[in-house]
């Protein structure tokens, strides 16, 4: 298993636990995410179910982009995936990290490490893949060129 493929089952189970308790659960994704008595989406403002949804099904859209990757060959569809990722990490971590306001040190340390490593795997996934050697040339007779 290559890296680029750990990379993308990480970002597909990102998409995929964020993306189904938003899009399934979405007053429970808004109350309680991400989980373990903590709470960062409640204090940004009022309940819009439609908002948390449509976050949800994003979040299940670059699952499905980072598992139809995982099975492609070539590191192409992977860098893709990762331009998705990245376009949409960037603008979100920059969001949250300009309202921290009076948010816990924790939940600052969190968002920081959560959106920031989730921004990070995009970017990283961008990364051209490792060179294919090239095959090797050699000269017979009459300096004709083949490949071996």
Known sequence: MTIRRILLGVTAAIGT???????AWPASFYDAFPGLGRMWIAVDGPFNEHLIRDVGAL??????????????????????????????????????????????????????IGLGGSLLLGIVLMLPGPRAAHPQSTRIDNEKEITT
Do not use: C, K
């Not at 636990?17 to 899009?23: D, K, N, Y």
């Not at 893709?80 to 600052?108: C, E, R, S």
């Open 17 to 23: 636990f964020v993306g189904l308790w938003a899009a």
């Open 59 to 112: 979040y299940l859209a670059l699952a499905a982009a980072s598992v139809a990757a995982a099975f492609t060959r070539g590191p192409e569809a992977g860098q893709v995936v990762g331009v998705a990722w990245t376009v949409f990490g960037l603008p979100h971590l920059i969001y949250h990290a300009t309202q921290f306001g009076g948010m816990p040190f924790i939940d600052v340390i969190g968002n920081i």
